[in-house]
């Protein structure tokens, strides 16, 4: 079966701007990056999004998140630092291999990730819980 585009980069199959590679994970610069130095966290295995990712490499995948955002802090001096993972079309999911967004924010930079806040109602607040909550 054909490679995503996702496996072939994590793989090395398709040379692309590295910042980091261990033998789970390669982090590369974003193409068409929101801001300066928007990097994306592909997993070697191919899960199409987090409801098929094991749960290990969720783990080591959260970890590394954290470790490139504070290398990625210091080195780039960014004012914050959005981690992004988008599931599904619905979700702005164009990639369908697993990826976390790494976005270092600068004040200013008008990146869009907000949304108008609505209300939580006492009757949605609780069918959601009653839905939910193990
Ligand atoms: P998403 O919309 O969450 O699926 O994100 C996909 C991301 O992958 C977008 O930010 C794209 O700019 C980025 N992207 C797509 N193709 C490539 C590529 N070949 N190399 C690097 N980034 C890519
Ligand atoms: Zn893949």
């Known amino acids: 079966m054909e490679k995503c585009i996702f496996c072939k980069i994590a793989d090395g199959e398709i040379p692309t701007a ?5 033998e789970d994970f390669r982090v590369i610069l974003d193409l068409g990056p929101a801001s300066k130095g928007h990097a994306l966290i592909l997993p070697k295995y191919h899960a199409a999004n987090i409801y098929e990712l094991p749960d290990e490499l ?14 990625m ?14 599931n599904g079309e619905t979700a702005g999911q164009t990639v369908f291999h ?32 009653a839905k939910i909550k193990a």
């Open 18 to 22: 590295t910042l980091y590679e261990d």
């Open 58 to 71: 969720a783990g080591k995948a959260m970890i590394l998140a954290k470790k490139m955002a504070v290398k």
């Open 73 to 86: 802090t210091e080195a780039l001096k960014c004012d914050g630092f959005n981690i992004v993972q988008n």
């Open 98 to 129: 697993f990826h976390m967004h790494l976005i270092p924010r600068y004040q200013g930079d008008g990146v869009g990730l907000t949304w108008t806040p609505g209300k939580l109602s006492d009757e949605e607040r609780e069918e959601i819980l």
